[in-house]
């Protein structure tokens, strides 16, 4: 079988925002510390963790739409090479497309149809964001419409379908879904599937690991802010295939193993312990894990937890 090229290859990246305390101290903080994510041309990878883990940050920072004082450090390669500012201007909305979390990415001044065909007015664009419409259950006169005029979840489907009108080669999804119906979360999916297949890279930012493990091709969890584990969806299909503690608890979470649950919460960045983030609320804790946890292969996957075998 043929190695399929990497897109997207992201090493110990970082993002930390500086901010001030009562007005005068300037302080940093690290909201994403050690996050890698590996995507190949033609493969959809989900990267799961609850909210406030800074998933969505990951998706700002690759397209360069990070706030001001925000801080990037690691390292960002797209096609072989670094992924510079510059680049991430020139390639942003055409080769890398986001579909964002927030409808507020809609620009409410402009109508739809002229907005998601980005002024064009050519037969060709007109008929495919037709067939594209039809496909999510969206009359032709929306094209018409501003998005204030329409609901949060005809602007939801809108939103996903600037990624459809393009070949982009990269796909960033941020939670695409809220809001919508399964029946169209199914659809929605399966076209970003169909566009995994067709070459593109995928990545789905997404903290429903169930949704997550019927269309992606490995799943990147990731915890206060650190990638833990990189694994196949199939090394989900059984907890005893999984390499980090914080994997599991997410297997045996879902509705099919019982809803079951552990105490304690994600910890906010500024209560980070040392070493594993996910020390505090694990029973395999020991001292050595209140030190830095080096990312390693383990049986076909990756891991950063040292008792992973």
């Known amino acids: 079988m043929e190695e399929r090229k990497v897109i997207l290859d992201i090493h ?24 890698d994510v590996t995507i190949h041309e ?7 963790g609850s909210s406030g883990s800074g998933k969505s940050l990951l998706a700002h920072g690759i397209l360069g739409i ?27 909305g055409n080769e ?15 109508k739809i149809g002229p907005q998601i065909r980005k002024g064009k007015k050519d037969k060709a664009s007109k008929e495919k964001l037709d067939g594209i419409f039809k496909g999510f259950h ?12 329409m609901s949060g979840g005809m602007n939801r489907r809108v939103l996903v379908s600037t990624a459809m009108m393009g070949n982009p080669r990269l796909v960033i999804a941020d939670e695409p879904t809220p809001g919508l119906h399964m029946d169209m979360v199914r659809r929605v999916m399966a076209h970003f599937r169909e566009m995994a297949d067709n070459g593109a890279g995928v990545l789905l930012i997404t903290h429903d690991l169930e949704q997550a493990l019927e269309v992606a091709d490995r799943v990147v969890v990731f915890y ?30 879902l509705p099919q193993n ?41 049986r076909g996957g990756r891991v950063r937890c040292i008792h992973a075998v």
């Open 12 to 35: 110990n990246f970082s993002i930390a925002f500086e901010q001030y305390e009562n007005g005068f101290k300037k302080t940093s903080l690290p909201t994403i510390r050690e996050l």
């Open 224 to 253: 206060a802010g650190t990638t833990v584990e990189d694994a196949d969806v199939k090394d989900f299909e059984k907890e005893e295939n999984l390499r980090h503690p914080y994997s599991k608890a997410l297997w045996r979470a």
């Open 96 to 110: 890398i497309v986001l579909v964002p979390q927030s409808v507020a990415f809609l620009d409410p001044l402009m």
């Open 66 to 92: 990070q706030p001001y004082n925000a801080t990037l450090g690691g390292e960002i390669i797209y096609d072989g090479e670094i992924l510079t500012e510059e680049r991430k201007a020139a390639l942003r």
């Open 42 to 48: 033609g493969e959809m990878v989900a990267v799961v």
């Open 138 to 149: 969206l009359k032709e006169e929306v094209q018409d419409l501003y998005p204030f005029e």
């Open 258 to 298: 019982g809803f079951q649950f552990i105490d304690g919460t994600q910890p906010y960045v500024k209560d980070l312990p040392e070493g594993c983030p996910f020390g505090p609320r694990c029973k395999e804790c020991t001292a050595e894990c209140k030190k830095r946890i080096a990312y390693r292969e383990v």
